[in-house]
T-cell receptor
């Protein structure tokens, strides 16, 4: 069964303290992996798409990487405004219409 | 680009009433939109795929008579929660994949969500 897990469930960092979030997946024939950011009471905001092992993408303090079994979202020198829940998701089957979301990692960055 | 809006952002209703939630693609045409449900501190669960001009496709376990979906135009899909009960209280979010360069991108772009509370 296709499955997406994320760890840790919650992460508390001091401002400037770099760390990484993990997304592990078990799908046959990965056709891409998405990272989203979700603020409380809001819809997810798209961050990155990764398609193949070894691929990396960056946006400000965030860098996403992909291996054959997992993806990491690295946060460098985070700021309080980076506090949010980070979700990863993978397409299910052959269509990008059906996406499985992980449970998310709730990140809190303390000033 | 790829902006999706929802209305209303919050709704409180009495048990037994019906509630309609609108999802609009503001700067693109979406032949397909998606409806998700999210419980507190839980991830998104796909409820149904809304197809313009045809019937929606519901995920297993989602009652099609309870959650009516209409995709009447290329920019509007509506979700109606019929005879709502307290257990229908949740955060409902829609999404769409936008066209880019003649193709539809793989990523889904989400609306801001609608918080439904059924008393």
């Amino acid at each position: 069964e296709d499955q997406v897990t994320q760890s840790p469930e919650a992460l508390r960092l001091q401002e400037g303290e770099s760390s990484s979030l993990n997304c592990s997946y078990t799908v046959s024939g990965l056709r891409g992996l998405f990272w989203y950011r979700q603020d409380p009471g809001k819809g997810p905001e798209f961050l990155f798409t990764l398609y193949s092992a070894g691929e990396e993408k960056e946006k400000e303090r965030l860098k996403a990487t992909l291996t054959k079994k997992e993806s990491f979202l690295h946060i460098t020198a985070p700021k309080p405004e980076d506090s949010a829940t980070y979700l990863c998701a993978v397409p299910r089957g052959t269509s990008y219409d059906k996406v499985i979301f992980g449970p998310g990692t709730s990140l809190s960055v303390i000033p | 680009g790829a902006v999706v809006s929802q209305h209303p952002s919050r709704v409180i209703c009495k048990s037994g009433t019906s509630v309609k939630i609108e999802c609009r693609s503001l700067d693109f045409q979406a032949t397909t939109m998606f409806w998700y449900r999210q419980f507190p501190k839980k991830s998104l669960m796909l409820m149904a795929t809304s197809n313009e001009g045809s019937k929606a496709t519901y995920e297993q376990g989602v009652e099609k008579d309870k959650f009516l979906i209409n995709h009447a135009s290329l920019t509007l899909s509506t979700l109606t929660v019929t005879s709502a009960h307290p257990e229908d209280s949740s955060f409902y979010i829609c999404s769409a994949r936008s066209p880019e360069g003649g193709l539809v991108v793989n990523e889904q772009f989400f609306g801001p969500g609608t918080r439904l509370t059924v008393l």
